[in-house]
């Protein structure tokens, strides 16, 4: 059973960049052909894909997000991280990461982490 778990501060201010870390067990980051995302939820978007690292570490985004955020991955450690460059309190969000399967984006996923709560403040 593969778990996955979301690490990082709840709160951050404009001037941070928020960071937040998923923890997998239970199977391997590098497994093909799996992708592994970061979703948000807002009351005003609902659920919103923001990107994913692949099994080969290839990165995909979310085109309006591109320019504002980073995921990479540590293998030795069997986790991955997303990065969000000068968060607006609109970035406040309930953040998931997750397995996808098949391919980036498309919203097939297997395995959901609970969620963390980021709130942003200016």
């Known amino acids: 059973q593969v778990q996955l778990q979301e690490s990082g501060p709840g709160l951050v201010n404009t001037s941070q960049t928020l960071s937040l870390t998923c923890a997998v067990s239970?199977?391997?980051?590098?497994?093909?052909?799996?992708?592994w995302s970061w979703i948000r939820r807002t009351p005003e978007k609902g659920l919103e894909w923001m990107g994913s690292?692949?099994?080969?570490?290839?990165?995909y985004y979310r085109p309006s997000l591109k320019s504002h955020i980073s995921i990479s991955r540590d293998t030795s450690k069997n986790q991955f991280s997303l990065q969000l460059r000068s968060p607006t309190p609109e970035d406040t969000a309930v953040y998931y990461c997750a397995r996808e399967d098949r391919a980036p984006g498309v919203g097939w996923y297997t395995y959901w982490g609970r969620g963390t709560q980021v709130t942003v403040s200016s």
């Open positions: 690292i692949s099994y080969d570490g290839s990165t």
């Open positions: 239970g199977g391997s980051i590098t497994t093909t052909y799996y992708y």
